[in-house]
């Protein structure tokens, strides 16, 4: 609940909540009462969500495993149709069939058959959100034993070798086999994130564009098909680079893209460009590294230069789950970095020297949150 920060008054009057709830004998008396009766419902089943949400992440792991949603997306079928197909035994894609219907994945239809759920349509040539739940396995074989990773336990390692950037010293001597499975990753699900930014901020009054840790390029390929003019420049370590590259060739922006590969924390980056973009870059890092990739988006800019930094960020109003829960917790096992709040980039990008930093509203804060920022007038190399 919001409340002004520090008041006392609402301190007691949190603490008297507490109290109540936090007694069976009221809450016997909530559930019975028919006015508090509604309530009492909705905190209970708010309450169950969390303790089984890893079963739901399990039922929808497997309806990607067993690709569910394409087969429904044929059009409704018996369990009896769908078991073989689905590689399962009668009874398996009936009990795998009844919990979709109840996480509104899957739907109930005449005859006997199913259909796509509201959730389920929502999967159908969704390759974002499959990847993202196909790697999911390995988070959760990190996060077993959550406890002892607060402790400051190292992770087991399944994300810290999946994203080897975030614990390797030499990133930039990353073999190529390294970084194929995660560039994938992000290239399946950029397109979550790059029309939120460019609806967001449509770049069109700049010249040239310098997307920072810009993986495959998919993201410059999408600011290409929208904005026109715009000269493109990516950056990213060496093998991830000559992926960019080689995918600016064959969509045809030879003469408008270009990729450099190289270490962002040292060196110099690539000049000549009137906005830089550091797109889910920033989160992955801890704040020394944070720091030093800001002052070198700061020197590579010319003064004036605006920088985008697109990513999900804590403490955001209604994106509380992703931001503070999810991230902070995956960023954990992966081993380095940690979502932040806009108020603590703002304070990061002022000490690398930015101003007239602003969050600009994105449409969807739980896939991405945007802050634009303009380099000061200090002469280049400040
Ligand atoms: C989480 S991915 C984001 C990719 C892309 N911006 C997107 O949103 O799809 C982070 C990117 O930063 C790159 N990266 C990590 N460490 C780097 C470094 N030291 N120098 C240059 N790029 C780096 C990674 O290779 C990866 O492509």
Not at 77 to 91: E, I, K, S, V
Not at 117 to 138: I, S, W
Not at 285 to 295: N, Q, S
Request: aromatic share 8%.
């Amino acid at each position: 609940m919001a409340h002004p920060q520090g008041s006392a008054f609402w301190d007691r009057a949190l603490a008297w909540r507490d109290r109540t709830l936090a007694s069976a004998k009221f809450r016997r008396w909530a559930a019975a009462f028919a006015l508090t009766r509604p309530l009492a419902r909705r905190r209970a089943r708010a309450l169950f969500d969390l303790c089984a949400g890893f079963v739901y992440s399990q039922i929808l792991a497997a309806c990607v495993q067993v690709r569910l949603f394409d087969m429904l997306s044929e059009g409704p079928q018996t369990a009896a149709d769908l078991a073989p197909r689905l590689g399962l035994p009668l009874d398996g894609a009936e009990r795998l069939l009844a919990a979709a219907v109840a996480l509104q994945l899957a739907e109930r239809r005449s005859f006997g058959r199913y259909g796509l759920g509201v959730l389920g349509a929502a999967m159908v040539d969704n390759a974002a959100v499959t990847e993202m739940v196909k790697h999911h396995a390995m988070l959760y074989a990190d996060l077993r034993d959550p406890v002892a990773l607060l402790r400051g336990q190292q992770p087991s390692g399944a994300l810290a070798a999946y994203w080897p950037y975030a614990a390797y010293n030499n990133p930039s001597g990353l073999p190529g086999g390294q970084i194929a499975d995660y560039t994938a990753l992000m290239a399946a699900s950029q397109p979550l994130v790059s029309d939120e930014i460019l609806n967001a901020y449509p770049l069109g009054r700049h010249r040239c564009l310098l997307d920072l840790g810009g993986g495959d390029g998919t993201f410059l390929r999408r600011v290409a098909e929208r904005v026109p003019n715009l000269q493109l420049i990516l950056f990213d370590l060496p093998p991830v680079a000559a992926r960019a590259e080689a995918r600016f060739a064959s969509a045809g922006l030879g003469q408008r893209a270009r990729a450099v590969g190289g270490d962002f924390r040292q060196g110099t980056l690539p000049q000549g460009a009137d906005v830089a973009s550091l797109v889910r870059v920033i989160h992955d890092h801890d704040d020394a590294t944070a720091r030093a990739i800001l002052r070198a988006a700061y020197r590579a800019l010319p003064p004036r230069g605006t920088l985008l930094l697109a990513e999900p960020m804590a403490a955001t109003p209604g994106a509380e789950p992703a931001g503070d829960a999810y991230f902070g917790f995956y960023l954990m096992a992966m081993g380095r970095g940690r979502p932040r709040s806009a108020a603590e980039l703002t304070a990061m990008l002022n000490d690398a020297g930015f101003i007239e930093v602003r969050q600009v509203r994105t449409s969807t804060p739980l896939l991405t949150s945007l802050i634009v920022a303009r380099r000061d007038g200090a002469a280049a190399g400040v």
